[in-house]
Each structure stands twice: as C-alpha cells, then as structure tokens.
C-alpha cells in the first residue's frame, strides 16, 4: 500500500512514533490522517502540526466504547478507513513484583486494545474487500525486554494477534503487519535512559537508538512491500533467528551483556 489518497488513524499519535507516522503519512500524500491520543491536547498540536489533512481525537485506546467511535465518526467523516494504526503502547519497566494493576494496563494498551480496534474497523474492509492493519509491536515481541515482564509477554501477545489476523483474514483482502522497533528515540525511551532503567540500558548498548523519522522510513517501504515484520533495526532479525535456532546459547549472550551492564 502506499500512502496517497488513503485515509489512516494512528492511536497513540501525539507521540514519538505515532506522530512522526503523522507527518509522514501526510507527506507522503494521505488524503486524511486522524491523529488519536490518550492526550488530546498534544494529538490537536500534532494535527495542527501535520496540517490541514490532519484531525485530532481524544480518546482512551482501553475504553471499546471510545475506540468503536473514533472508527465510526473517521467512516462518517471520509467514507471509509484504509489504514488502522494501533500504535498506542506502555511500558511498566518493572519486573515480576509488577502491580497487577500494571500488568492489567500493560495487557489492555498494549494486547485487548488491538483486539477492540480490530473489532471496529474490520466490518468496514471485509466490506470494500481490503484495509491494511498496523500494528504497533517491538523487537521485546520477538525477544525480550530486560527488566519489563510486563512489557515483554503482551508485546509477545500483539505479535502473535497480528500474525493471526494476517493467516485469518488475508484471503479477504485484509494486510497486516507489525511493527517492531528495538531502540526508537521518544518520551518511551527517554524515560527509562533518564532513570538509569537497566532495560533502557540494553537496548541503547544493543545497537543504534533511531529517530522516530527513521521507523517512518521503515514504515512506509514495508506497507509498499505488504511485509508482516516490519523491523526499522535489521539486526533484530538475526537476534530472532539466533533466538529460534539456540534459545539457551541466545539467552546466555544476553545475560552476558546484562553482567557487563550491571558491572
Ligand atoms: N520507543 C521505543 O524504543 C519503542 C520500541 C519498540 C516499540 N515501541 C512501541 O511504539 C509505540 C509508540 O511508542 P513511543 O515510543 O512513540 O512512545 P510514546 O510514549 O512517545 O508514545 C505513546 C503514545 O501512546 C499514548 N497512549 C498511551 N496510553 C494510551 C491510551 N490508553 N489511549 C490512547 N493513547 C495512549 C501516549 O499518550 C503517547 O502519546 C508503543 O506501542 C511502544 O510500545 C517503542
């Protein structure tokens, strides 16, 4: 797919990701780009950002109600919607000792919320015959996010959701990829690297920390080609290959790494 004339939401929009997928989807000739946040007032400064094919919308990705609503007011507003992207996420950056109320986040961010969107905008491709689904994942879907437990299952769940969607529905025109960046450059990450987090820590000892700009890049050459994985870091390819060929040889070089870290 490319990008001009198509309509796309991007939930979790007002940040690093979402919004440079705002600016890029718009350049690259978008007829209409709705950019969706859990905070309103920074998806309306993107959208004003973007221009005038851009439109803001506030909402909570956990609340089907809110997600089922986007979906309907986007169709009444332009006809239809070609590309979905759920790329909302949260991090916890604890471990087992995580709350359950952060586990319950991280699970319906991160997972139920793909689920619901997918709810929502499906009806309307089966019945044009096509639609294109994006979703937001990370390389700790392939692999593992050091020091996130929570972040590294549902991430594992949201990589395994979309490689379902794409068996299910692809034969009824519906393509779905997922995007799974290792180190990108935004509040996410920001965050755990001002706090010292010692999964911050690996991912920017692990290869290079991309401008958000560059996931776009990746972004669009993977919806040209229709890839599922789609990996902005190429390496992480390989890690997920040597992780399938020797779990235990690929689990002992990251233990490695994280020794020489906490040294
Ligand atoms: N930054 C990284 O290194 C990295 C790496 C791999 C994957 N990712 C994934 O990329 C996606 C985008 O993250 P980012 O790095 O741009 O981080 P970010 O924190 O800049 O952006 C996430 C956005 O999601 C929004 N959001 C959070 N909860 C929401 C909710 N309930 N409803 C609606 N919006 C909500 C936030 O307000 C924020 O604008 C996430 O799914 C994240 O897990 C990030």
């Not at 990701?17 to 705002?22: D, E, R």
């Not at 946040?37 to 990705?61: E, Q």
């Not at 109320?101 to 139920?112: G, S």
Request: net charge negative.
């Amino acid at each position: 797919m490319n990008l001009t004339d198509r309509v796309a939401v991007i939930t979790g929009g007002a940040g690093g990701i979402g919004a440079a997928l705002a600016h890029r989807f718009a350049a690259e000739g978008a007829a209409a780009v709705v950019v969706a946040d859990l905070d309103a007032d920074a998806a309306r400064a993107v959208a004003a950002a973007v221009g005038p094919v851009a439109h803001a919308a506030g909402l909570d990705v956990t609340v089907e109600e809110q997600v089922r609503a986007l979906v309907a007011d986007t169709e009444r507003r332009y006809g239809h919607i070609d590309l979905f992207c759920a790329n909302a996420g949260v991090a916890t950056a604890a471990g087992l000792d995580a709350a359950d109320a952060d586990w319950d986040r991280a699970w319906r961010v991160n997972v139920l919320a793909h689920v619901h969107s997918t709810r929502a905008v499906l009806p309307g491709m089966l019945a044009r015959g096509q639609g294109y689904l994006l979703h937001t994942c990370s390389a700790a879907g392939l692999l593992t996010a050091v020091g996130d437990a929570p972040y590294t299952a549902t991430k594992h769940a949201a990589v395994g959701l979309a490689e379902w969607l794409a068996v299910t529905y692809r034969d009824q025109g519906i393509r779905v990829s997922a995007l799974c960046p290792q180190g990108v450059d935004t509040p996410m990450l920001a965050e755990g690297l001002a706090t010292g987090h010692l999964g911050a820590r690996v991912i920017a000892a692990s290869g290079a920390v991309l401008h958000p700009d560059r996931v776009a890049d990746a972004v669009i050459a993977g919806l040209a080609e229709e890839r599922f994985l789609i990996l902005p870091h190429p390496e992480v390819a390989q890690h997920a290959l040597r992780r399938a060929e020797d779990p235990d040889g690929w689990q002992a070089g990251l233990r490695k790494l994280v020794r020489r870290l906490r040294a």
